[in-house]
Each structure stands twice: as C-alpha cells, then as structure tokens.
C-alpha cells in the first residue's frame, strides 16, 4: 500500500512539476533538450550542440555507480520534457527503460547506443533479454564512437532542422578528432603486437580489444558487479604476466585496486588505470575533458607500459 500511495505521488509531482515548469523551459532555453544516462553520451551531445543553445543534461552524476542509480523526480520531469533521450540500451540501465516507458513522450526521439553498433558478446556480463550477454560498454572503441556521433548527427538534423549546419559543421570537427584517436589506438596495437595487456581488474574494453587486435589478460570475463574471479582466474592472469615480463598492471576507474596492486606485487610490476568512460570524474568535468581527453589518457598510459 505505501508503494502504491509513493508512486501515485510521484506521479502527480511530476504531472503537477511539468504544468508550472512547460512556460518556463519554452521561453528560458533556446535550443532543443537532450537527457542522457551516461557521460559519452553526454559528452558527444555537448560536442555537437555546440553554439546551439541546446540544454544537455546527464542523469548519472559524476563519479557515481550507473548500474544501480535510482532517478530523482528531477530526473523523470527532464526526460518528460527532453526533445532526444539518449541511453546505453541494455539491462544495466533498466531503471532508465522504465523512465522511457512511463515518463518520456511519444514525440521524444529515443537513442540507444547498443542499437547503433554491432554488439559484442562477454561470459557473465549483462542479459539482454534474447538469450545473450552482451558487453554493454559500446563505445569503448573509437570507431564504435564515431557511428554514434553520426547516429546523434541525423537525429539532431531531423529534430532541429534550425540548426542542422551548425551541428553538421561541429560533427565534421569532432569526428575528426576521433579519426586521429582512431589511427593512434590503431598505431599503438601494432607497436605491442601480441603482447598481452595485464588487467586486474573487471574488464570493460571487449569493444576496444576487439576493433584494434589488443590481447588482454583479466581474472574477469566482464564488468558485472555480479560477477566474480575465481582462484584459478586470478592464478592463470599472474602466469600469462610472468611469462610475457608485464611491466605494468592495469586497474579500472573508480576500482579500489587491490586486486590489480595484488597481481602486480607477484610479478613486480606496477600499477597503472584504465579508463572505461562510463562514468567521469568531477574534476575531469570541470577540467572540460570530454570522451577524447579520457580515451587519450588510456592511450597514453598504454603507451608508457609498452615503451
């Protein structure tokens, strides 16, 4: 009963937010509204709204947990009154499919990223309800990141013809700058070869390992809270380090470390972090690093472990 009579306020909140709130955000802002989950994305939406006057508005805080985010009524009065509603897709995000389905209008044109690539399967990460796990960490891959950017391009065309030459014209820069980090990433896998990077930590770079031909070592088959590395994993990852004489080990962001710095002290090597880009950092933000800046920062500690 209590559930009932909270959701049923919720509802009438929002309903009663939305009426004092419509004149407002008409006559305050001067360009479309785009909600997103996740920082790529928003990062991506930002680039291209560039000069356009369009509100960006990123539901998961910085620094904070996606798979288990609990929206605000704030949240669900954004996605209510947002032009494009832009999500990951997949069943980590299943609080963000019950806002599309109860919250968001008919008229809001809806991207998920796991529909603009082709998806990659991992052992024991995410149900995506057809009988598969799917590594949902699509944009990982620089090219992945380029046919999202272009997915986002005709669907800011299509909602805002006003202002389509200005987001073609700021997509034409960006995409570029992600065509560099795509021959660097490319560079930087011929330069290691087959030596296998040592990640002791959960694992959410399939999609990079996979465009570029980088082999990885993890106790993790994927990024799964839910899942865990066994003894023999984590024994199997210390062996493939002392065979290939692994300098460095890998952590992921906002991990606590201690299994990357455990693997690292039976091989004597270092510690070093990778960046998954689902969520950034507070001072990453203010710092005005978006996607490329993050991704550069994979790229470069990569770089240094391999010299």
């Not at 805002?160 to 990433?185: M, Q, T």
């Not at 493939?240 to 091989?267: H, L, P, W």
Request: aromatic share 8%.
């Amino acid at each position: 009963m209590i559930k009932k009579i909270t959701a049923a306020f919720l509802l009438l909140f929002i309903s009663f937010a939305l009426v004092c709130c419509t004149n407002v955000s008409e006559d305050e802002n001067d360009g479309i509204s785009i909600v997103t989950t996740v920082f790529p994305q928003y990062d991506f939406a930002k680039r291209l709204t560039e000069g356009t006057g369009a509100n960006v508005k990123m539901l998961i805080p910085a620094g904070s947990e996606a798979h288990s985010y609990d929206p605000t009524p704030a949240d669900m009065i954004a996605a209510a009154e947002c032009d494009i509603f832009i999500w990951v897709g997949g069943e980590s995000e299943a609080w963000a499919d019950k806002i599309i389905k109860s919250t968001v209008k008919e008229k809001t044109k809806v991207i998920a990223l796991m529909d603009t690539v082709p998806l990659l399967e991992s052992d024991g990460d995410h149900d995506h309800g057809d009988g598969h796990d799917y590594d949902e960490h699509v944009w990982t891959s620089p090219k992945n990141a380029m046919a999202m950017v272009k997915v986002l391009l005709a669907t800011l065309c299509e909602t805002d013809p006003d202002n389509a030459e200005a987001y073609r014209s700021n997509s034409e820069k960006y995409l570029a700058s992600l065509e560099v980090l795509d021959r660097d990433f490319t560079a930087l896998a011929e330069k290691i070869g087959k030596r296998p990077i040592i990640v002791g930590d959960r694992f959410p770079f399939l999609y990079l390992a996979s465009s570029y031909g980088f082999e990885f070592a993890s106790p993790f088959r994927g990024c799964s809270a839910h899942t865990e590395a066994s003894v023999a994993e984590i024994a199997a990852v210390i062996e493939i380090a002392r065979e290939n004489g692994a300098k460095t080990v890998f952590s992921v962001d906002f991990s606590n470390e201690k299994m990357a710095k455990s693997i690292a002290d039976e091989v004597g090597a270092s510690v070093s972090r990778l960046y998954s880009c689902h969520t950034a950092s507070g001072a990453d933000i203010d710092a005005g690093n978006g996607y490329i800046e993050i991704m550069r920062k994979n790229l470069d500690a990569l770089m240094s472990a391999y010299e």
